[in-house]
């Protein structure tokens, strides 16, 4: 199901050794339609940061249990782990294009009924809602990218979409506490929704409504499990979001309890941890647009989270440098989601698989947010926090930089 050329291919990713350029149509780069997908990732992603920051206010008003809350906070993530693959295969027979307009279509909608829902049921429906469209927009919106880049700036364009969710979630974390505090929760979910149909109505002008479309066959679908490439990025990227997590999102809870920071100003902390990852998310797609291989640039990333993890999870350090620690993970860290989005795109975009090989990917993400954090937190209580736990994100983030130098040279699903 491959072809291997004499090119550096997704390995590589150099700029004479590259893949041969995706065969998708577009030889010029629509930046209008770049940016309003780019736009629809960062609305999605803001359904996570803003859901943890209203969720203090829901727990008052609906009386929600711990177990309850953290349901209510991991559906996106639950979703994306069961299903995935699946969404992601299946969406390629709606088309790209559509499946993006009913993701954002389908948050607003959720945002509109969970803001005049006043039961439970109704809270935890509308978050489904949420969670499904997200899903559909962050499956679709890559090999659409990919579609409407020209070759020249196709790597650029697939790594920067891993700023996405930094961006999304960071802000929200930071604006949705004020809005709620001005408008209620029920006013800061309309305002998110009229966001999400602004974008909506940008991406129905300026992004092809098709893209690439037909049936989803089973040999798409086998063409992604099937290609070393895909199946190693997925691993990667599940290590990757493990790692990321249980470092970026237990931050805040940890500055209360070790720190004895506010909630608020652990908050706060913790939304600028998140939103200093999309500058090298950047900087690592200008890296690959330049030539840089994907085996110097993933372990270099990985290098700066081993070295960077001891100072954010040692308690007894002091709190400038553990947070001066956190920002520092989160900053180098971002050059990691950038470059397998890009392998990813070189492996499978434009083909039949895409929409499978995408899936994978965002199963594989989902599996590691769900599994990463339990599992650090098990370290910390079993053994002591700290050393322990930096131990095995250490060693997670040697397994991403021994898959990234693993990743066959010029592979291309067939």
Known sequence: MRTTGAAGGA?????????????????RTS??????LMGAGVVAAA???????????LQDEFGLSPSTAAWYLSTVSALSAAGGVLLGWLGQTLGFGRQVRLGLLAIVVADLGGAAVDSLTGLLLARVGEGLGLVMVILAAPPL??????????????????AYMPVGSGLAALLVPSAIGLVGWRGASVVDACLAAA?????????PPTGVRGRASVGGLLGALRSPSVVVIAVAF???????????GLLPASLVADAGLSVAAAGLVGAVVFLVNAPANVLGAYLLHRGAPLRWVIPAGCAG?????WGVLDPALPLGLRIASAMAFSFISGLVPSALFAGLAAVSAGTAS???????????SGVGQLLGPPLVVAVGTALAPGAAQSAVLVGLAALVAVGAVALPRGERIA
């Open 11 to 27: 390995a590589s990713g150099g700029r004479s050794g590259g893949p041969a350029p995706v065969a998708t149509g577009a030889e």
């Open 31 to 36: 930046w209008s339609a770049v940016a309003c």
């Open 47 to 57: 359904q996570i940061g803003g859901a943890a920051a209203a969720l203090p206010v």
């Open 145 to 162: 990218l990919a579609e409407v880049s020209g070759p020249a700036h196709r790597r650029l364009v697939a790594g920067g979409w891993g």
């Open 199 to 207: 974008v909506l109505l940008a991406v129905l002008r300026r992004v």
């Open 238 to 248: 599940a290590l990757y979001s493990a790692q990321y997590l249980a470092v970026v």
């Open 305 to 309: 989270m081993a070295v960077t993890v």
């Open 354 to 364: 895409a929409g499978a090989a995408i899936g994978l990917v965002t199963q594989g």
